[in-house]
């Protein structure tokens, strides 16, 4: 089987120490290198980089299965076991879910568990869970 590349992402973040509760310990990542100005995240082995930028850009809405989603957002994929899992976390951290999480498309071929809120500094995270995961770029 081919190994798939990583992605890498950098977002700006206001306080350091704040990406740091959230991405390590809610989110529960693990910490890589870091510096007083950015710190790297293992994303599920993707390489997240937080880095320290007082101005983070505007935040633009668009409608997703009759829902507001925030643009930009990232996240990942995961099984439904872990976004069940991860949804339980964000909830007992007292998460201020933006879209708490919910069953997008029911009984349609893309049929995901999707969730969205925000980190300390304002980034936009969506979480999803396709039910069949031979169906995330199926048309």
Do not use: C
């Amino acid at each position: 089987m081919a190994v798939r590349p990583a992605v890498h992402l950098a977002i700006p973040v206001d306080d350091l120490s704040a990406a740091r509760r959230f991405y390590g310990g809610v989110l529960g990542l693990d910490e890589g290198r870091s510096t007083d100005h950015w710190i790297d995240w293992n994303l599920h082995g993707h390489q997240l980089v937080t880095h320290l930028a007082a101005d983070r850009g505007s935040r633009q809405l668009s409608e997703v299965d009759g829902h507001p989603v925030p643009i930009p957002h990232f996240g990942l994929l995961l099984p439904v076991e872990q976004f069940h899992a991860l949804a339980d976390r964000l909830r007992a951290a007292g998460t201020d879910f933006v879209l708490p999480p919910y069953r997008r498309y029911p009984g349609q071929p893309a049929e995901q568990w999707t969730m969205f809120f925000h980190d300390p500094a304002g980034n936009a995270l969506e979480f999803k869970a396709f039910l069949d995961q031979s169906q995330v770029f199926a048309r």
